[in-house]
């Protein structure tokens, strides 16, 4: 039998996979408030799909030429019945099954979010890790481009809500399939004259993904990319009106952006518009949303064709951003700490801090039972805004001594007795 008092080996999370603490989660809650106002603004609604999934659709929406799919996705065989199951990488496939599965589409358009973790084994460092989290914001059904335009200013209002400055907006149109088939045949031939300085990931993606190889950060082959032919320049009149009209609503916006022929995205299903939004602050890693047009995946996953365009924001690294760019006071963790002498007040205490949060107010009653000093220590630490005292003379009496914590709050009167029924007017009309 096992020993059970042999020491146990500590286990540490995954590489990769990061812990949020409390100190830290005041700071991403703040920022998921801001975001789901922002999202609810525009009309967004909420769409939640699961975690796990199927690993046909990513292999099918993402592409099986491109990084997520070749070497990032967690896929195992579940042991119980064989099935191949993948973490999601990314959330759009997930969004579009389910939008399938569920006939969303089938007396108007969404629009969508999704808020939550994603997975990609890659090699962990600042900005890049193997669970991280996305907002990730679709809009289905709708042809453009005012929509595409919709999604980049809305964009725009949320560095503004947030206080950043520093993120400059990358544009570019992939076209259509035809378009993109003639520039991939003039790609090819660029490609070929040019293998002998082509990389592994290159030599196996010339006729697999020609596209793609354009989008390397091998310094051997960038003048070999920037050479190349570029897409834009294959853009039919559909292409060309789509792509001005929503060069005019960013006009009309005052968004500024800088036309970026490479920028291709890595996954398969873009078409027409793609743009990213990059900081200079952030290191190599500075992306921090990224999105587009893919008008063919619905089809692709089995659905009656149907347009759509979204984006995912690295969550980790646009709080790095903020965290970088605009100082950030910690919230208290309660208005108002309850400290307690003995055991009758120890009962009193538990019943007063409902009473008090009956009337909205946030309260910790101190938990378990110590000196009033090392309680009040704890008190102030809380950052509460008020203190309530309960001692065996207020239990016997039904008062409360109020001490106010805060020099400003405290004036002259830092310390008063208040009947318990009228506890909570008080302390709400002190706010
Ligand atoms: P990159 O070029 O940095 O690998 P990507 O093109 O793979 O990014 P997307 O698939 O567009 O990224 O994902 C949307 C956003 O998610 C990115 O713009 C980035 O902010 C964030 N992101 C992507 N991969 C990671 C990761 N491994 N760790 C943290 N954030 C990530
Ligand atoms: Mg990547």
Redesign the pocket.
Known sequence: MMNMTQAFQKVAAIRGMNDVLPADGARWERFEDIVRGWLQSYGYRNLRTPVLEHTRLFTRGIGEVT?IVEKEMYTFTDALNGDSLTMRP?MTAGVVRASIEHNLLYDRPQRVYSIGPVF?H?RPQR???RQ?H?IDVEALGFVGPDVDAELIVMLARLWKLLGLTDIRLELNSLGQPAERAAHRAALIEHLERHRDILDEDGQRRLYTNPLRVLDTKNPAMQAMADSAPRLFDFLGEGSRAHFDGLCQLLADAGIEYRLNPRLV???DYYNSTVFEWVTDRLGA?G????GGRYDGLVELLGGKPAPAVGF???M??LLDLWEQSVPFTPLPECEVYIVHQGDDAQRLAARVGEQLRDAGLPVIVHGGQASFKSQFKRADASGARVAVILGSDEVASRVASVKFLRAEAAGEAAQQQVPLDKLADVLKSKG
């Open positions: 990084d990314e990609r890659e900005g890049r890790y991280f996305q995205r890595g996954l890693q992306t921090v949303c990224g995912a924001i690295g980790e690294r």
